[in-house]
């Protein structure tokens, strides 16, 4: 039953009763009395009651509930349940709104919601930056006005007038270089989302692969165009014998180049795929080293002063093949760019301040200009093309090392004067050198 008519019930029918009942005993007086008295009692508390939930009723909060009975009590206990339930509510709603807020926040790309005539509604910090708005300034203004680029401002107006656009579109970023991708989706009636990302690192490989096809597809043509011109010459024409045995000799030196390129490219293909760390195994660099020096006597085949002063015991936490592949790189290099009767002083020591080794290569060759020194590692990056070509050279074996000491966390360091030689060092990190038999840093 309604709580106001059960109290009704409860407390005024008995007392109406009671006063009746005293005009029934003949006390007419003592009942209307005793009836006026209750009446204006009950009026007085409701009146306050009332008050009080008026006053209460400015914004229901449920800190300031106020104090009642009777069935005044129940009505201000059920407002608070229903307020207190709709706070709640709020609140987590609010908090899944913040949620969502910082999930787009967090996405790589920027958001970005336009209304059908291309006002923008919102915007998050991410686009802001990318387009070069200002959320606080730009909200409710046109975008096309705010970007003006023709490809962007093409593919809004063809969205909008409901032509077939492109998926997206490529415009420049906000600083020099960049380049954002663009696309714009429907949602909601008759809304849009926009979105924008950064793709300035993707072009940048899309470039260098593109780059890299070329050039190895130049380096190839090169040789096989020579081995295809004798071979024709061969077929077509009878040549005395020392003439067919000097140029199968051309020939087989064009085939070598081709080998020594795709062994490099296949060296560089492996590197890659092999993770960012090299193995951790010990790698006895005595042993390593000897070999080198082997090889380095049958490159230079005594036209050179060797000079060769390895630390023993010295060894290394990696990979033998790679780093013998990249130590023998260096000084293979020193031996081609050093002319006939030049000097090359090859070292292998540990390394007082750091702790490391260092592995350097200290030629009296043609030298490098300071201009090229950042881009050697380059792949195919040559300071004299026909000069590496003439010397066997892939234009590959720098970027070799890169990897394979990128790999070691070792670092590569070059000085150089044009004329007067260079000095290519490899500096290892102390944590992947170890003694000799030891189990410990060297
Ligand atoms: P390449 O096969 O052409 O030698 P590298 O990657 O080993 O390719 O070297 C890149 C370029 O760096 C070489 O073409 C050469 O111009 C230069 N270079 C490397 N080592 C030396 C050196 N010791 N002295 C002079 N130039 C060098």
């Not at 990302?197 to 130049?218: C, G, P, T, Y």
Request: one cysteine or more; a negative charge; aromatic letters at 8%.
């Amino acid at each position: 039953m309604n709580p106001i008519w059960k109290q009704f019930l409860v407390k005024a029918v008995p007392l109406l009763g009671l006063c009746w009942f005293l005009g029934y005993l003949g006390f007419a007086t003592a009942g209307w009395l005793l009836a006026v008295l209750a009446l204006s009692w009950w009026l007085l508390r409701w009146v306050t009651a009332a008050a009080r939930v008026w006053n209460w009723s400015a914004d229901f909060a449920v800190s300031k509930v106020p104090h009642v009975d009777g069935w005044w009590e129940d009505l201000v206990a059920r407002i608070y349940r229903l307020q207190k339930e709709r706070q709640q509510q709020l609140e987590r709603q609010t908090n899944e709104a913040a949620e969502l807020r910082h999930m787009i926040q967090a996405l790589p790309e920027g958001v970005l919601t336009l209304d059908q005539d291309n006002h923008i509604l919102w915007c998050d910090p991410t686009a802001a930056h990318h387009l070069a708005l200002d959320p606080g300034r730009d909200l409710g203004l046109s975008i096309i006005n705010l970007v003006r680029h023709p490809d962007f401002v093409n593919y809004i107006r063809a969205h909008r007038e409901g032509r077939q656009p492109d998926a997206m579109v490529k415009i420049p970023g906000p600083f020099p270089g960049a380049i954002l991708s663009v696309q714009l989706l429907d949602y909601g009636r008759a809304q849009r989302l926009l979105l924008t990302r950064d793709i300035s690192q993707w072009e940048k490989l899309d470039i260098m692969r593109r780059d890299f096809i070329a050039n190895v597809s130049h380096e190839l043509k090169t040789p096989l165009t020579v081995i295809a011109g004798f071979l024709e010459t061969l077929s077509e024409h009878t040549l005395p014998v020392e003439q067919q045995a000097h140029f199968l000799a051309l020939m087989s030196e064009q085939s070598q180049r081709m080998q020594g390129l795709v062994e490099d490219l296949l060296t560089l293909s492996s590197l890659e795929s092999g993770g960012d760390q090299a193995s951790e195994d010990q790698v006895a660099m005595d042993q390593l080293l000897a070999q080198v020096e082997r090889d380095a006597c049958s490159l230079s085949q005594g036209r050179h002063t060797m000079n060769f002063t390895f630390e023993r015991g010295l060894n290394l936490r990696g990979n033998e093949q790679e780093l013998l592949s990249a130590l023998g790189n260096l000084v293979s290099n020193a031996i081609r760019y050093t002319p006939d009767g030049g000097a090359i002083h090859v070292r292998w020591a540990r390394q007082q301040g750091t702790q490391g080794a260092s592995f350097s290569v200290q030629d009296s060759g043609i030298g490098i200009e300071a201009q090229h020194i950042p881009r050697l590692t380059e792949r195919f990056y040559r300071v004299d093309r026909s000069r590496s070509r003439e010397s066997g050279g892939t234009g590959l074996g720098l970027a070799i090392v890169k990897h394979v000491l990128m790999r070691h966390q070792a670092r590569l360091e070059v000085k150089s004067t044009l004329g007067k030689g260079s000095t290519f060092s490899a500096e290892f990190p102390a944590h992947r050198t170890v003694a000799a038999d030891g189990d410990g840093q060297a």
